[in-house]
């Protein structure tokens, strides 16, 4: 058990060191979901009212694009360097690399959650949500769910030659409840929830997180096997 | 919501039933022709 | 021998179609019009057995794609491949069928009813299995990556059907076809089951085209 904690620490920590070392990905990460709110607000115009009321979806699903940039390049640097199989074969077991893996999509998605939250706010003057723990119940239940399911897709399509496109493709039909859950809750954190209509969605949240943890979890070995 | 019955829309049901012998007279045709390449 | 093997596929083949036809014919002519949609209704004869029997193919890919993992026996990889691109023929087929019949019906091409748009997500996820499936071309690589996404895809769909059916809730448009008539039960099963045996053939006649692929490229 503390070798593949430790292990999964270890991964976590070299990909935390070497994306922070050389910030040029993050930081263009960052300017990608920067500018697709500002072109969002080109498409559907800057009317105030309609913003607020279709910021929700609209964060998420700037979201979901950016985790998917993010996500793509899981196991890039590994792929990149040709060392995939010895991070593998060195690792104490395939699980514990996914965990380590799942970490750091964890941080940088949460990273690009917060930002990209703060960016909407300023760009679109919304209000700070009435709800704050719902609210950051909505981002950290979501991320979960993007980061088991994402790290497990990109291992999946990491070796294939469509990578870029292939990701999407597989990813999105599966983030579909997510989406609609994390919409819905982050809707009713920005307006106060007085009659807890959140809970709900909430619910299949943690469900769709509970269920994916583990069937990844398990499903992972014989996938990384290959 | 409708009140009453919807009458004709009969090239709608011709539609739907010559689409479905198509498209699965098709598929046959196609398993047919890739064991017949592939033999 | 060969020759009676192909002969006796052929007669099974021969009865599927015939019962096929009967059951086409019967639904067409021997069942009741609906009161409310006429004539029309019997789109439904075609529209739900592919529904149901292209989430039978899914099924399948699914329970194929978790035997495999255990087993490891290529056999189970196959099929699950079969299965899930006979899956997505009908489910296509579901799709276009549910637009025809919703045109004359609710007035509209589409409709984010629950069901129909939990059909519309499985052909996404299936398309990408196949699409996943395409890019790898070592088949026991292939195989070893398909199982876990063909166990996985299926775990959602439970998932993405109570949360469409919430999302509909929340937005109270139309409403799904309603229950259906005792008398048109009788042509649906029947129908149902013509599409069942095509669809045992379908997987059946593509297993073996998967099967004859694999023998070819070992040979190589």
Redesign the interface.
């Known amino acids: 058990m503390k070798s593949f904690l430790r292990c999964a620490a270890a991964v976590f920590y070299k990909d935390l060191l070497s994306e922070l070392r050389r910030r040029e990905y993050v930081n263009s990460l960052l300017f990608f979901s920067l500018l697709t709110i500002f072109l969002f607000s080109f498409a559907m115009g800057t009317e105030p009212d309609l913003l607020r009321k279709l910021a929700p979806g609209l964060y998420w699903m700037i979201l979901i694009f950016s985790a998917t940039l993010a996500l793509e390049r899981s196991f890039f640097t590994e792929l990149d360097a040709g060392c995939l199989d010895g991070l593998l074969l060195y690792s104490t077991s395939l699980r514990a690399v996914f965990l380590g893996k799942w970490a750091s999509n964890f941080f940088f998605i949460g990273m690009v959650q917060i930002l990209v939250a703060l960016m909407m706010t300023a760009l679109y003057n919304l209000e700070s949500p009435r709800n704050p723990p719902l609210f950051f119940a909505g981002l950290l239940l979501a991320n979960i769910g993007i980061s088991t399911l994402g790290t497990f897709y990109a291992a999946l399509v990491t070796q294939s030659r469509a990578r870029q496109v292939l990701l999407p493709l597989l990813l999105f039909p599966m983030l579909i409840p997510l989406l609609l859950g994390s919409v819905y809750v982050t809707e009713y954190a920005l307006s106060g929830d007085p009659f807890h209509q959140a809970t709900l969605w909430l619910k299949l949240l943690v469900a769709y997180d509970s269920i994916f943890l583990a069937a990844c979890f398990a499903a992972i070995e014989p996938l990384l096997e290959a | 919501m409708m009140t009453g019955t919807i009458q004709g829309g009969y090239e709608f049901l011709v539609a739907g039933y010559a689409l479905t012998w198509f498209v699965l007279g098709g598929y046959a045709l196609s398993l047919y022709r890739r064991y017949r390449s592939i033999r | 021998m060969q020759n009676s093997k192909s002969k006796i596929q052929s007669f099974i083949v021969l009865m599927a179609v015939a019962f096929f036809l009967f059951a086409?014919y019967w639904g067409?002519f021997k069942s009741p019009p609906d009161?409310?949609?006429?004539?029309?209704q019997?789109?439904m004869y075609?529209?739900v057995p592919?529904a149901w029997n292209a989430f039978i193919a899914f099924f399948v890919v699914f329970i194929s794609s978790f035997i495999y993992?255990i087993r490891k026996n290529p056999f189970w990889d196959r099929l699950a491949a079969s299965a899930a691109e006979?899956g997505v023929?009908l489910t296509?087929?579901t799709l276009?069928?549910g637009s025809?019949?919703g045109?004359?019906?609710w007035g509209v091409w589409w409709t984010w009813d629950a069901r129909l748009t939990t059909t519309a997500?499985l052909f996404?996820?299936y398309v990408?299995?196949l699409?996943?499936r395409s890019?790898?071309g070592d088949k026991?690589?292939r195989a070893?990556?398909a199982?876990?996404?063909g166990?996985?895809?299926f775990?959602?769909v439970p998932?993405?059907y109570?949360?469409?059916r919430?999302?509909r809730t929340?937005h109270q448009v139309q409403s799904s076809p309603s229950t259906v008539d005792p008398n048109m039960v009788l042509s649906l099963r029947l129908n149902a089951f013509a599409i069942l045996f095509?669809l045992i053939l379908?997987i059946y006649?593509?297993y073996?085209?998967a099967l004859?692929?694999d023998k070819?490229e070992e040979a190589l």
């Open positions: 086409q067409l009161q409310l949609m006429g004539h029309v019997k789109l075609v529209h592919c993992l006979v023929v296509g087929l276009i069928l025809i019949w045109r004359p019906t997500i996404f996820l990408g299995y699409t996943m890019f790898v026991d690589r070893r990556l199982a876990p996404l166990v996985i895809i775990l959602n998932i993405v109570m949360s469409v919430w999302w929340l095509v379908f006649h593509r073996q085209i004859l692929k070819q």
